[in-house]
Structure formats: C-alpha cells, structure tokens
C-alpha cells in the first residue's frame, strides 16, 4: 500500500538505494527535504549535479579529484619518490588528516577479491606499475587489514620486488578488518611510523 504521494516514494526510495540508509532513515530525510527551504534544496541538487560531472580521477595517483592533476600530486614540496598504497580516496584522506605523511598516494580504487571476482585487473594496480619506472625509493602498501587487503598488500609486494625499490607494509596498529577512514590518526601514524619491509 503507497502511503505517500508517488514522488515522495520515490524520492524515499532513491534513498534508501544509498549506502547504509535504511527505509527509516530514507523516510526521514525524504520529509526533511520537502520542508527545506526550495533555493537550499536547489544548491544542493546543483552540487550533487555537480560533483558527478565535474570529478574526476588525477592523472597521477588517481584519487578523486575536480583537477586534472590533484593538489597532492601538484604540490611540488611532497616526497614525490615515496608513494603510499591506498583502497580509496576516503583511505588517503585519513592519512591526509594526520598531517605528518609528506609522500604521494595512489589510490586503487578496491582491492583484490576471489571471493568477489575482483582481480588484480580491477583496481588500479597498472597504473602503480607505470608510476615506478619514475624516480621512486619507496612504495608504503596501506590496504586495509582485511582478507582482501593483505591479498593485495601480498601481490602488490611480489610485483615490486624485481624493481628493486623498497616496499613496506604499515604496522598491524591498524585493527584487523579495520577501515582505514574509521581508524584514529594516532593510530594511522603508528601503524606508519611501524612499516616493515616486505
Ligand atoms: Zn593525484
């Protein structure tokens, strides 16, 4: 039975369809928007619009970015030789905030998964191989610490080794099965300051 007016359902729906909004949740911020203010809800259908088209992923690292070049991979006092290994641009993020890591990323955009049919093809992990014929000392693997985390961190070191440039894994710190954007900076920058080589 519709209880609502066909647009109010379907708005509720189209939330409902994001991540982690359950049908309660969907339904309360379909109301909160019919009230809202219409030139709000026009800025922010606008930006939404916006971000879609506009972003994109940097040249480089391959983060998300509105740049062809993103600010990390422009900014020319960074260690551009030490490149940190991340799942996603939310992953590097986390590290951003600590605000102590001076190197360069690469974002791959997932991690290798059998169980998923994710293989190393999936993720931006060619991309990475390119970046090492430049000058790089070293790669900073910073998956997360889960099945599928430690499988990548696995592969991506067995394809470094033969280059000879040195490769490290951030400390256990980080919890296993543990999301890097969810993990304290404390607790990142220990598990960075802990790297050992693979
Ligand atoms: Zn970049």
Sequence with gaps: MDLYS????QLIE????????????AQRLAFHIVNMPKDQVDRFATVMK??????CYCRECFT???R???PICANTRRDHSTIMVVETTR???AYEKTAKYDGVYHVLHGAISPMLGIGPGDIRLKELIVRLEKDVSEVIIATNSTLEGETTAMYISKLIKPTGIKCTRIASGVPVGGDLEY????????????????
Excluded: H, Y
């Design 50 to 55: 916006e971000a879609r088209e506009k972003i």
């Design 183 to 198: 993990i304290d900076e404390v607790t990142l920058l220990r598990a960075l300051d802990g790297r050992t080589e693979l």
């Design 14 to 25: 189209e939330f409902a369809s994001l991540p982690g909004i359950g049908q309660k949740s």
């Design 6 to 9: 066909g647009i109010i359902n």
């Design 68 to 70: 062809e070049i993103c």
């Design 91 to 93: 992953d590097m993020a």
């Design 64 to 66: 998300l970015t509105d």
